[in-house]
T-cell receptor, first 112, second 116 residues
């Protein structure tokens, strides 16, 4: 089935690391994504990882994928107040097209 | 190179009226997806279209909702006889031809529909 789960809220202090977790159910997922949504805006693709990879690093962002446990995480190093937003985990299904299913989003609050 | 353009940004409709939401995909993108975001909820897939074709409408309510992506012009999401429960943010996304969506969708800024 198609289901992506995330915790809804996360609060961290400025300068600390944030870790946002996600679980998904479909083992045939091909790509997994992290999107960021700032208030009143659309979704912006932050990063993605192919399902045969374990880790991907992009500046302050580190994505870890545990395919056995169907667990994806996003680590934001040195979290800044500008990182406050909703972060969506998403998976691309292996169907006849690249249908993307989103989780409910994790609202990250950064405390100065 | 404009991104995905959605209009209007905000739309207020009275119960029973029709709402028309427009989406122009990014240049070079031929695939359009509509998602609905209810308050404090995630994005729910509604429909996937290519030019003149509906490919997957499994997320569309069976009644009152329809979508099209004509040969010329933007994609339209139409909601007839709106009810309060239709109040939400509607996002459109586009992607290049099939097989390259691994780079992720490009989203518009959304249309926020309020039914009063």
């Amino acid at each position: 089935g198609e289901d992506v789960e995330q915790s809804l809220f996360l609060s961290v202090r400025e300068g600390d690391s944030s870790v946002i977790n996600c679980t998904y159910t479909d083992s045939s997922s091909t790509y997994l994504y992290w999107y960021k949504q700032e208030p009143g805006a659309g979704l912006q693709l932050l990063t993605y990882i192919f399902s045969n990879m374990d880790m991907k690093q992009d500046q302050r962002l580190t994505v870890l994928l545990n395919k056995k446990d169907k667990h994806l995480s996003l680590r934001i190093a040195d979290t800044q107040t500008g990182d406050s937003a909703i972060y969506f985990c998403a998976e691309s299904m292996e169907t006849s097209y690249d249908k993307v299913i989103f989780g409910p989003g994790t609202s990250l609050s950064v405390i100065p | 190179n404009a991104g995905v353009m959605q209009n209007p940004r905000h739309l207020v409709r009275r119960r029973g009226q029709e709402a028309r939401l427009r989406c122009s995909p990014m240049k070079g993108h031929s695939h359009v997806y509509w998602y609905r975001q209810l308050p404090e909820e995630g994005l729910k897939f509604m429909v996937y279209l290519q030019k003149e074709n509906i490919i997957d409408e499994s997320g569309m309510p069976k009644e009152r909702f329809s979508a099209e992506f004509p040969k010329e012009g933007p994609s339209i999401l139409r909601i007839q006889q709106v009810v309060r429960g239709d109040s939400a943010a509607y996002f459109c996304a586009s992607s290049p031809p099939m097989g390259t969506a691994n780079y992720g969708y490009t989203f518009g800024s959304g249309t926020r529909l309020t039914v009063v």
